[in-house]
């Protein structure tokens, strides 16, 4: 149980192509997901937290305008690189936190590696 | 906000040996706190988690231990195996939509 799924799992584009990334609960509702960026040997930075029907919540220093998001169902929440850059590659892993759940145990998807020429 | 931090970065130890990793946070308010292990190129896995209403846990070859007055909860990986060679990650919840992670330590088992 808890299984997060992510697609696709890298991709490459070119500078000012935009990409979207998309983070499934597979077996469970999900009302928040969670968007985390992780550059090599280096620990996850959350970027901002989605719930279901409602904006998410950027971090400081995270451009909204660059990475949409959007959690349209307790399964799927989109993060949208638009306009992507070089600076822009990197290891992308949403997690997700089962509705309900007094607790609040994550559950990461594989990730996605973007890298951006 | 929260900030957690971790010791060591690396850590390198001889199969059978023990390795113990350690965190501390800042929030008083935190009450949950996960650690997950983290394969090259792989998502990172839960391994074990503690609430801030007990003090120590176990699982097999693992534990975790939580001292709340001193804020800071430490993990201990008993007769290491070659296959716990990854990068753990401790975390630290206050509320609510906000986990903080740890650095990581990088964990090297010699067989």
């Known amino acids: 149980g808890a299984v997060v799924s992510q697609h696709p799992s890298r991709v490459i584009c070119k500078s000012g192509t935009s990409v979207k990334i998309e983070c499934r609960s597979l077996?469970?509702?999900?009302?928040?997901m969670f968007w985390y960026r992780q550059f090599p040997k280096k620990s996850l930075m959350l970027m901002a937290t989605?719930?279901?029907?409602?904006?998410?919540?950027?971090e400081q220093g995270v451009e909204k305008d660059k990475f949409l998001i959007n959690h349209a169902s307790l399964t799927l929440s989109t993060l949208t690189v638009t306009s992507a850059h070089p600076e822009d590659s990197s290891f992308y892993i949403c997690?997700?936190?089962?509705?309900?759940?007094?607790?609040?145990?994550?559950?990461f998807g594989p990730g996605t590696r973007l890298l951006v020429l | 906000g929260e900030n957690v931090e971790q010791h060591p970065s690396t850590l390198s130890v001889q199969e059978g040996d023990s390795a113990v990793i350690k965190c501390t946070y800042s929030?008083?308010?935190?009450?949950?706190f996960p650690w997950y292990k983290q394969e090259l190129g792989k998502r990172p896995q839960l391994i074990i988690d503690?609430?801030?209403?007990?003090g120590e846990k176990k699982d097999q070859r693992i534990a975790v231990t939580l001292n709340k007055t001193a804020k800071h909860f430490s993990l201990h990986i008993t007769e290491t195996q070659p296959e716990d060679s990854a990068v753990y990650f401790c975390?630290?919840?206050?509320?609510?939509?906000?986990?903080?992670f740890g650095a990581g330590t990088r964990l090297t088992v010699k067989p």
């Open positions: 997690s997700a936190r089962l509705a309900g759940s007094v607790w609040e145990t994550q559950y």
């Open positions: 975390a630290a919840s206050p509320r609510n939509n906000d986990m903080r």
């Open positions: 503690i609430r801030s209403n007990v």
């Open positions: 929030d008083s308010a935190s009450n949950y």
């Open positions: 989605s719930n279901e029907g409602s904006k998410a919540t950027y």
């Open positions: 077996d469970f509702q999900a009302t928040t």
